[in-house]
């Protein structure tokens, strides 16, 4: 015969089971009644949790060890305590996003307006044409020029080039290193000579760089952060680039006035 009393499936037997010994005690066994193990709602918590004293009688069918209320060693308690700190970090952050909606907001407006002036302006476009005119040379020529000192020179020569396109300011505005405009070169260097046999100061300048506290070109004094780019470019290509970096409209829209008397 099996017994059917709803104890049984706790592990222990009431006195009405068949099999139960004659001093009435079938095996020990331990029901817990949990309602809520959460502490930090006695600290003012909106949870609605009833605290209630549990009174009662043992009844005879079985044998109680005892009645307690209060403190569980389930990891409930732990596990609210996380929940409980994640959710106050949350409203902390908000509460410093709400704070800074404003300031935030205000800056996204600027940045969005900065790109919407830079495409307007388009500072980084360059006309093949006007350089090829200032060079004196072909448009192919210009444009190989223009793509050498991209390449090569805008990132320290060009301000802004390294941020990106929308950042982009005029070419040879100066950036890490000296402007390349209003003539800088002639006066840096003079201008290009005459005869293949002379030496060309800008050229020497560009393949072999700058040394430390050593002199260059007319009236240079070096830092040692010019490279040297006589081993990555063609002769040619450097000659190219300096007659370009001469031609003294690097963008193709500054046309340069024809001096007096020419």
């Not at 009662?56 to 069918?61: E, L, R, S, V």
């Not at 080039?161 to 390349?180: D, I, K, N, Q």
Request: proline content about 7%.
């Amino acid at each position: 015969m099996v017994c059917q009393c709803p104890v049984r499936r706790w592990g222990w037997r009431c006195r009405a089971c068949p099999d139960v010994p004659p001093d009435g005690v079938a095996g020990d066994g331990v029901a817990t009644v949990r309602t809520a193990s959460y502490q930090a709602v006695e600290a003012g918590n909106d949870a609605p949790v009833a605290k209630t004293a549990v009174q009662a009688d043992k009844p005879d069918h079985t044998r109680f060890g005892e009645i307690k209320t209060g403190k569980s060693d389930r990891p409930d308690l732990q596990t609210a305590t996380t929940m409980v700190g994640g959710l106050e970090t949350v409203n902390i952050n908000l509460g410093v996003t709400v704070e800074n909606i404003e300031r935030i907001h205000e800056q996204q407006v600027a940045g969005l307006q900065y790109l919407l002036d830079a495409q307007q302006e388009a500072a980084w476009e360059i006309d093949i044409g006007g350089v090829a005119e200032a060079m004196q040379a072909s448009e192919d020529d210009a444009q190989r020029a223009v793509a050498l000192f991209n390449g090569n020179c805008a990132r320290c020569h060009t301000a802004g080039f390294s941020a990106g396109v929308p950042y982009t300011l005029e070419a040879g505005s100066g950036g890490f290193r000296p402007a390349l405009w209003d003539g800088r070169p002639l006066v840096q260097f003079g201008d290009m000579p005459e005869g293949e046999d002379q030496p060309d100061l800008l050229v020497d300048f560009i393949t072999s760089g700058s040394e430390a506290e050593t002199p260059y070109g007319l009236n240079g004094f070096g830092s040692g952060r010019m490279p040297a780019f006589g081993e990555i470019l063609d002769p040619a290509d450097i000659k190219l680039l300096a007659r370009y970096l001469r031609g003294g409209n690097l963008n193709g829209m500054n046309p340069t006035e024809p001096e007096p008397g020419s």
